[in-house]
């Protein structure tokens, strides 16, 4: 015996709504999935149960794209004639502009001037002598900026050359004063001092002969 037809209407009992609920909703998208590969279609699903809980389903794009082409399609259809005429003319009025500035390109570069008349020309001829003209001035600006800074710099190295040859002066200065020593090694050096000390403690040695001389000293070292 055949399985009676169900009427379509509100199931009352919550169970067997959800119930139902539940298998529909798995046939509903296997029947989109298969429509997707049998065709080669771009399938979305959107569905709500009646607690607001969602269930989706796309294939093959992501669901986001899907509804992206559908708002496209929609934005076209309610597009009327004559809106899309009038876009229509604007791009080809665009289109128009692009070709004449890329006209006067290739002129102001040289190229294409076979077409141009005499005062065409002589305009062009202006137009590239008033661009030469602030490409000049330009250049003078920098090249003033880049001598005023070589200036600046000259300055700074000849004052540093004069500060380090009044240091050599001092220096010198000092070891002539102090018999060839630097007062200043002698006070700030611990080393030089040690070093120093046997020759500047001891002033007889000066009057040793110098095998004598040389002989203290080791012996001092020992």
């Known amino acids: 015996m055949g399985r009676g037809r169900i009427a379509v209407k509100k199931i009352d009992d919550k169970k067997n709504r959800v119930i139902t ?3 529909r909703r798995a046939g509903l998208i296997k029947k989109a999935r298969e429509l997707s590969v049998l065709c080669d279609a771009q399938v979305g699903l959107v569905i709500f149960s009646h607690t607001g809980k969602l269930s989706r389903f796309s294939s093959p794009r992501d669901l986001d794209e899907i509804i992206q082409m559908y708002y496209e399609s929609i934005e076209g259809c309610n597009k009327s004639p004559h809106e899309s005429q009038h876009k229509s003319e604007e791009v080809v009025g665009l289109m128009q502009k692009i070709q004449s500035k890329e006209k006067i390109v290739r002129a102001l570069m040289g190229q294409e001037l076979s077409s141009l ?3 065409d020309l002589e ?3 202006y137009q590239v002598q008033l661009g030469v003209n602030r490409i000049r001035v330009r250049k003078n600006q920098l090249v003033e900026e880049l001598q005023r800074k070589e200036d600046e710099l000259q300055r700074d190295n000849d004052a540093l050359h004069k500060m380090l040859s009044e240091e050599g002066k001092y220096v010198e200065r000092i070891v002539n004063n102090n018999g060839g020593i630097p007062s200043t090694v ?7 001092q040690n070093f120093l000390q046997p020759w500047q403690g001891n002033k007889s040695l000066a009057r040793l002969p110098e095998q004598e001389h040389r002989r203290s000293i080791m012996q001092g070292w020992q």
């Open 186 to 192: 002698i006070a700030t050096s611990p080393w030089q």
């Open 123 to 125: 305009q062009l001829e």
């Open 117 to 119: 008349s005499f005062t």
């Open 21 to 23: 609920f539940c298998k």
